[in-house]
């Protein structure tokens, strides 16, 4: 399938994003403040690079591990059924988890994801998410933390893809096709 032309329009700054990573941190370690070792779980693809800064500005012990969830595809809108491509690798009965994902869009997947590690038994589970479009929300859901509330837009960088492309801009684009 052919992608349409589009361009990208810078909606959330390089800067302004590390600014507010590093507050969500500061926020997290104070919550989480006297756990023996928070495991950070990313959801892959999206997160790799939200969860990169994000760990590394966290002052706590901390243990990392990802999940690969998809509802996307290749699509621009959520196809409703998420799918675990790949599972966590360590275990986090009885620990503090706090789940770190790109974008909540529909509250689908993060949604499966919260519910699927309670059954695993941990302490305690939070989230953070980078981006929320509270407009498109069709579960009902909402996360921990919470880096910007956006608009219905079609976005991608800073980790966030489209067809796979603009996962390495440094910033949130808007994707406007021409």
Not at 39 to 63: C, M
Not at 77 to 105: H, T
Not at 135 to 150: C, K, L, N, Y
């Amino acid at each position: 399938m052919a992608q349409r032309p589009y361009v990208i329009d810078q909606m959330i700054s390089a800067k302004a994003i590390a600014a507010r990573v590093e507050a969500l941190a500061g926020e997290i370690s104070r919550s989480f403040a006297g756990t023996d070792k928070l495991v950070v779980v990313g959801l892959l693809r999206g997160s790799f690079i939200f969860i990169a800064d994000l760990v590394r500005e966290i002052d706590l012990p901390i243990e990392v591990d990802f999940l690969e969830v998809s509802s996307y595809g290749n699509a621009m809108e959520s196809s409703r059924e998420v799918r675990v491509l790949k599972d966590l690798r360590g275990e986090i009965a009885g620990r503090d988890v706090l789940v770190v994902e790109d974008i909540v869009d529909t509250g689908f997947t993060l949604t499966h994801v919260l519910k699927l590690l309670q059954t695993k038994g941990p302490a305690r589970v939070d989230s953070c998410v980078l981006l929320d479009k509270p407009s498109r929300r069709e579960v009902p859901i909402r996360a921990t933390w919470t880096g910007f509330e956006i608009p219905d837009e079609f976005v991608v960088g800073y980790g966030i893809d489209y067809a796979q492309r603009n996962r390495n801009l440094p910033y949130i684009g808007k994707v406007r096709f021409t």
